[in-house]
């Protein structure tokens, strides 16, 4: 009989099983895909020899994470490539407010009356990311933080809506990156906890930066199945699991899944009826015959750049999108990794994606609509596209059964699901089936290939096995 069974390959699966593996455990892991990585996949969409990722690509919490930097992935194959910026924020005067590795750097982009502002919240968090980031990046039901002092100044912070934690800063521009980076958590501004996003990105963008994997966010996947692989694990790809009963015998099962798929093969009936998915995103990837000609010089060089000139344009499409409604000028998330990564296109050519938000489940056609939003800050922009392959809520859903109905963050960010997930118990992890456990981002600490949910779910199962014996 095996210890323990992995259900889904992403990267909380790969790393609860390397977990498990190299404490003694006997794991099998089996991914109903075809090829490992979840949402850290790198395909062919568009031409042959453009590589793009489907889903996750710019890596900050990856390179920061406490589990991934407790293994020895890069002798497995991953090397993290750094942007001279990590991310730009362009406005239509043809400027832009940065978050660079230098907070001065950051701080006077942001203009003379708020550079003060900005360091000052920052400065008691920098050169701490190790504490902050095993802090943060935690179950908070699982002992005291490493700096409770540290980690309850930062949750000060963390609570608040992005919309007043800006207050402090007097132009738009420091209030625009902020929002914009708050925007990785798919909820609107004046949401609860949307500080807490916006500002773990800015400390990771100065403490371990933005980085690509070299070759695509696949990299990742292969160097943990690797690893997997050296303590023993074993991996099956292309089988779908319908029933617990398909699964060889185990001691436990560990399930990288959505909780209602979670509920449905493990016949848990209705679970998790009260948990809530939040808004799709509507994803283009592009294949392009030069770099996105940014109007703003600071953007040709970001990996990543926000296109979204205010807080307040920010936030109504953000509001649009959760409530439903497709937004007529959507604020996007876009990345260009062939910038630093020569692996990703042909030479001379590159690979740009760009996102917006829209409502979970909305089969209508953003296209227009994002590259017209594109074209305001980087003119020009449609004369360079060779190919695009585009993805609504629908194909994102199809592509990755954890994201319901193009649900990227496997569950809303509003409410008290932004703190207690996928339901109040004492350890998130566990099911009403003794030997059945949640790992995915549906658990804490949420969204992000950062691998933490598997790292804090291989514990629960390793107490739970250690305890049997």
Same mark, same amino acid.
């Given at each position: 009989?095996?210890?323990?069974?992995?259900?889904?390959?992403?990267?909380?699966?790969?790393?609860?099983?390397?977990?498990?593996?190299?404490?003694?455990? *006997?794991?099998?892991?089996?991914?109903?895909?075809?090829?490992?990585?979840?949402?850290?996949?790198?395909?062919?969409?568009?031409?042959?020899?453009?590589?793009?990722?489907?889903?996750?690509?710019?890596?900050?919490?990856?390179?920061?994470?406490?589990?991934?930097?407790?293994?020895?992935?890069?002798?497995?194959?991953?090397?993290?490539?750094?942007?001279?910026?990590?991310?730009?924020?362009?406005?239509?005067?043809?400027?832009?407010?940065?978050?660079?590795?230098?907070?001065?750097?950051?701080?006077?982009?942001?203009?003379?009356?708020?550079?003060?502002?900005?360091?000052?919240?920052?400065?008691?968090?920098?050169?701490?990311?190790?504490?902050?980031?095993?802090?943060?990046?935690?179950?908070?039901?699982?002992?005291?933080? %490493?700096?409770?002092?540290?980690?309850?100044?930062?949750?000060?912070?963390?609570?608040?809506?992005?919309?007043?934690?800006?207050?402090?800063?007097?132009?738009?521009?420091?209030?625009?990156?902020?929002?914009?980076?708050?925007?990785?958590?798919?909820?609107?501004?004046?949401?609860?906890?949307?500080?807490?996003? %916006?500002?773990?990105?800015?400390?990771?963008?100065?403490?371990?930066?933005?980085?690509?994997?070299?070759?695509?966010?696949?990299?990742?996947?292969?160097?943990?199945?690797?690893?997997?692989?050296?303590?023993?694990?074993?991996?099956?790809?292309?089988?779908?699991?319908?029933?617990?009963?398909?699964?060889?015998?185990?001691? *436990?099962?560990?399930?990288?899944?959505?909780?209602? *798929?979670?509920?449905?093969?493990?016949?848990?009936?209705?679970?998790?009826?009260?948990?809530?998915?939040?808004?799709?995103?509507?994803?283009?990837?592009?294949?392009?015959?030069?770099?996105?000609?940014?109007?703003?010089?600071?953007?040709?060089?970001?990996?990543?750049?926000?296109?979204?000139?205010?807080?307040?344009?920010?936030?109504?499409?953000?509001?649009?999108?959760?409530?439903?409604?497709?937004?007529?000028?959507?604020?996007?998330?876009?990345?260009?990794?062939?910038?630093?990564?020569?692996?990703?296109?042909?030479?001379?050519?590159?690979?740009?994606?760009?996102?917006?938000?829209?409502?979970?489940?909305?089969?209508?056609?953003?296209?227009?609509?994002?590259?017209?939003?594109?074209?305001?800050?980087?003119?020009?922009?449609?004369?360079?596209?060779?190919?695009?392959?585009? %993805?609504?809520?629908?194909?994102? *859903?199809?592509?990755?059964?954890?994201?319901?109905?193009?649900?990227?963050?496997?569950?809303?960010?509003?409410?008290?699901?932004?703190?207690?997930?996928?339901?109040?118990?004492?350890?998130?992890?566990?099911?009403?089936?003794?030997?059945?456990?949640?790992?995915?981002?549906?658990?804490?600490?949420?969204?992000?290939?950062?691998?933490?949910?598997?790292?804090?779910?291989?514990?629960?199962?390793?107490?739970?096995?250690?305890?049997?014996?």
């Amino acid at each position: 009989m095996l210890d323990a069974v992995v259900v889904g390959a992403g990267p909380n699966g790969l790393t609860a099983a390397v977990e498990l593996a190299r404490r003694g455990f *006997a794991v099998e892991v089996f991914e109903a895909a075809g090829t490992i990585g979840g949402g850290a996949r790198t395909e062919e969409l568009t031409l042959p020899g453009y590589r793009h990722d489907p889903c996750s690509a710019v890596h900050p919490l990856g390179v920061g994470s406490p589990a991934f930097r407790a293994m020895p992935l890069a002798r497995h194959g991953l090397e993290w490539l750094h942007p001279e910026l990590p991310l730009a924020h362009p406005f239509p005067d043809g400027t832009a407010a940065v978050l660079a590795r230098s907070v001065g750097e950051t701080a006077m982009s942001l203009g003379p009356r708020d550079a003060g502002a900005y360091r000052r919240l920052v400065a008691p968090y920098l050169r701490r990311w190790d504490t902050l980031a095993r802090d943060f990046l935690r179950t908070q039901w699982n002992g005291l933080p %490493a700096d409770p002092v540290g980690w309850a100044r930062f949750g000060l912070h963390a609570a608040q809506p992005v919309s007043l934690l800006t207050r402090r800063f007097r132009d738009e521009k420091a209030r625009a990156i902020l929002a914009g980076m708050a925007g990785h958590a798919i909820a609107p501004p004046s949401g609860l906890c949307t500080a807490g996003p %916006a500002l773990l990105f800015a400390l990771a963008g100065h403490a371990v930066g933005w980085p690509v994997p070299r070759g695509g966010s696949q990299a990742i996947s292969d160097a943990l199945g690797s690893y997997l692989r050296e303590q023993g694990g074993a991996i099956h790809v292309g089988v779908e699991v319908k029933r617990l009963d398909e699964l060889p015998p185990a001691r *436990a099962y560990v399930f990288d899944t959505s909780p209602t *798929a979670l509920a449905r093969i493990a016949g848990l009936g209705d679970a998790y009826r009260r948990f809530r998915y939040g808004a799709g995103v509507f994803k283009i990837d592009y294949a392009l015959d030069g770099p996105v000609p940014w109007t703003a010089a600071e953007a040709r060089r970001a990996g990543t750049v926000h296109v979204g000139p205010t807080s307040g344009e920010i936030g109504a499409a953000l509001r649009a999108a959760t409530k439903g409604q497709a937004p007529a000028v959507p604020f996007l998330i876009t990345a260009q990794p062939s910038l630093i990564d020569d692996s990703r296109a042909p030479a001379g050519k590159h690979t740009f994606w760009a996102y917006g938000h829209v409502p979970r489940g909305w089969d209508g056609d953003a296209t227009e609509a994002i590259e017209r939003q594109i074209e305001r800050f980087a003119p020009g922009f449609r004369d360079l596209v060779l190919a695009r392959a585009v %993805a609504g809520p629908p194909r994102i *859903a199809a592509r990755n059964a954890n994201y319901v109905d193009g649900d990227i963050a496997c569950g809303a960010f509003e409410g008290l699901q932004t703190v207690i997930r996928p339901k109040l118990t004492r350890v998130p992890y566990t099911t009403a089936h003794p030997s059945v456990f949640l790992c995915s981002s549906a658990t804490p600490p949420g969204p992000g290939v950062h691998g933490m949910s598997g790292h804090h779910a291989a514990r629960a199962v390793w107490r739970r096995l250690r305890g049997h014996g």
